[in-house]
């Protein structure tokens, strides 16, 4: 079996661009959010279980998955979030360890926005944090996103601290300069994990 390396950090870490130079130097990436947002509409197990949660609405007539509706529902209600979670999140596990069957790889990476906060790197062999100061991550959602650095402040406090993260990864990339040293610091980081 191959090793599983979780790939985690905070908004406009630079996770995803990480996560794309990984698959350039030929290893597998999961995409545990973009997967979630597909399952979602894939599986009828999961829309009954969601309809029932939070309502018919939670589909649209074409019955594809309403997120803007969702997010609505369990914003500041987290009771709701915790339940609905609660369904995602298994269905998200088995669909990972089917594809971890898959990789022929010694190394394939989970990326996840919440490696810590749901202990998913208990499963993994090693923990890959990027990280970058604040100022620079909010920056870098300002341009990606279009949104106002409140906006994108405000969503960073709802976020484990930095510090935090910091002290649990067991490999660190530090993105506060450009996209080659990035690069540079990926290809060390990876080829160094054995
Ligand atoms: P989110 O959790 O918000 O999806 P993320 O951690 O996946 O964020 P990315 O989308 O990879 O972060 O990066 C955020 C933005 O910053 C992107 O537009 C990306 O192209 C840009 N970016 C990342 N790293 C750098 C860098 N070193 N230099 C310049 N731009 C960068």
Redesign the pocket.
Known sequence: APKIIGLT????????????FIEEFGFPVYYS?DRAKTIVNDSEELKIKIKDLLGDASYDENGRYDRKYVADKVFNNRELLQQLNEIIHPAVRIDFENWVKKQTKYLVFK?T?LLFELKLNRQCYKSLL?T?EDNI?IK??M???DKTYREVQS?MEKQMPEKDKIKIADCIIY?????E??KEQTEKVVFSIE
Not at 9 to 16: A, C, E, L, N, V
Not at 175 to 179: E, G, K, R, Y
């Open positions: 950090g905070g908004i406009g870490s630079g996770k995803t661009t990480v996560a794309h959010d990326e926005a990027v970058a991550r870098r959602v341009d990606r996103d969503v993105n506060n300069t450009n996209l040293e990035l």
